[in-house]
Structures are given as structure tokens and as C-alpha cells.
């Protein structure tokens, strides 16, 4: 069974530029969570997708965006970027839909590591 | 706002030297606490969910713990395989928002 793919897993941009970071989570998973993990806040939460809608956001301000496809591919995008974006942007799925018991597991991919100069 | 602390932020243990890694948390509306492993450049890994005080999961040589104030990861006899970060995760209202702690470092030597 095919995990979490993100692609691509390393790029460096300037500041100033935007990113498209890609997930395709495990087959018949319809939640897609993205996370941002660096070295001083640890892993926070970026948003949340259930059927192509946003369920839940954190506090990341607007040049942060994502967006879910009808096959729950989900793509994340940061506009403007600045040098403390820089940081391991990871995807998770989940079979769960909302307050589904035992079934909140998130499976987590190896993550796109974004280093911006 | 949930809060999830982690200690020790780094744990070094000889191979077979047991111990324990600690997480408290302050939230409204537990609805389950997760514990991931994480090794350098991979994603973290999923453990144990724990829903209620009182709950305990197995698995190997890693035991979870769940009390309504924190949860502890017991590692018994630890081999130098079982080095990674650990990371301990709440669950809260709707949906798959998960609030991490930001880990315990755990390196078992020869």
C-alpha cells in the first residue's frame, strides 16, 4: 500500500518568489492536513482539507494557501516568500471524517524541505 | 488555547537503561492524544492514540500512558535503533487539527 507522497522533496527558491508544494495522500484517505516543522516552533499546523473544503486553518497569515483536488490531492502554496519560510512543510491524510472514533490516525509523508535564500 | 509540553528535550540512555518520556497538556475537549517517532529527514511515524485516563498501549519495547493531566512513553530496555525524536500530539474539536509538542530527542548508546 503507497504511503503520503509529497513532491518535491528539496527546493530552494529567492525571497520574493511563491511555491507549490504537491501531496497525493493514501488511496481512499479524503482528510489532508499540512504541517510546518522548523527547528524553533516544532511542528505547527497549517490547515486542513475534508472533500475539497477547508475544515480548519491555523494562524499562518494569508500568503499561505492550499486547496484540495476531487481525487484528495491537495496542493499547498506560499506567495511572497521570506526567509523564515524556510522550513520542512509536511502532509498528512486521514481516513477520518469529522469526530469518527479510532479513526483520527494521521499518516504522515517524508515532507518537502523548502530552503528560500 | 491547547498547550503540549514535552521533557527532557534530550534523553541520552545507555542500551538497556529504562526510562520515561513525559508530556503534559492543557486543553478543552481531549479527544485523543498521539505519540509519533520521527527520524532525521523522514516524517514522523505514528505510535499509539490514547482516548481516555487511564488508557495504556504496547507496543515492543515503548508503552503509552494516559492520566487527564499528561501521558508518558515508558522505554524499556531500549536498543540503539529506538534513537529518534519523539512527539506527543492532542486532538481537540472537529476535525484532524493536531497541537504537537516539540518532542524529546532520544539517543541510546552501546
Redesign the interface.
Known amino acids: 500500500k503507497a504511503g503520503v507522497t509529497q513532491t518535491p522533496r528539496y527546493l530552494i527558491k529567492t525571497r520574493g518568489q511563491q511555491v507549490t508544494l504537491s501531496c497525493s495522500p493514501i488511496s481512499g484517505h479524503r482528510s489532508v492536513s499540512w504541517y510546518q516543522q522548523t527547528p524553533g516552533q516544532g511542528l505547527q499546523f497549517l490547515f486542513e482539507y475534508f472533500s475539497e473544503t477547508q475544515r480548519n486553518k491555523g494562524n499562518f497569515p494569508g500568503r499561505f494557501s492550499g486547496r484540495q483536488f476531487s481525487n484528495s490531492r491537495s496542493e499547498m502554496n506560499v506567495s511572497t516568500l521570506e526567509l523564515g519560510d524556510s522550513a520542512l512543510y509536511l502532509c498528512a491524510s486521514s481516513l477520518a471524517g469529522q469526530g469518527a472514533s479510532g479513526a483520527n490516525v494521521l499518516t504522515f509523508g517524508a515532507g518537502s524541505r523548502l530552503t528560500v535564500l | 488555547e491547547d498547550q503540549v509540553t514535552q521533557s527532557p528535550e534530550a534523553l541520552r540512555l545507555q542500551e538497556g537503561e529504562s526510562s520515561s518520556l513525559n508530556c503534559s497538556y492543557t486543553v478543552s475537549g481531549l479527544?485523543?492524544l498521539?505519540w509519533?517517532r520521527q527520524d532525521p529527514?523522514?516524517?514522523?511515524?505514528?505510535l499509539f492514540?490514547l482516548?481516555s485516563a487511564g488508557e495504556e498501549k504496547e507496543k515492543e519495547r515503548l508503552k503509552a500512558t494516559l492520566t487527564k493531566k499528561e501521558s508518558f512513553l515508558h522505554i524499556t530496555a531500549p536498543k540503539p535503533e529506538d534513537s529518534a525524536t519523539y512527539?506527543c500530539?492532542v486532538?481537540t474539536?472537529?476535525?484532524?487539527?493536531?497541537?504537537?509538542?516539540?518532542?524529546t530527542q532520544l539517543k541510546v548508546e552501546l
Not at chain 2, 529527514?41 to 505514528?46: A, M, N, R, S, V
Not at chain 2, 474539536?93 to 518532542?103: E, I, R, V
Open positions: 479527544r485523543g498521539f509519533y529527514g523522514k516524517g514522523p511515524e505514528f492514540t482516548y512527539l500530539a486532538i474539536g472537529g476535525g484532524n487539527k493536531l497541537t504537537f509538542g516539540t518532542g
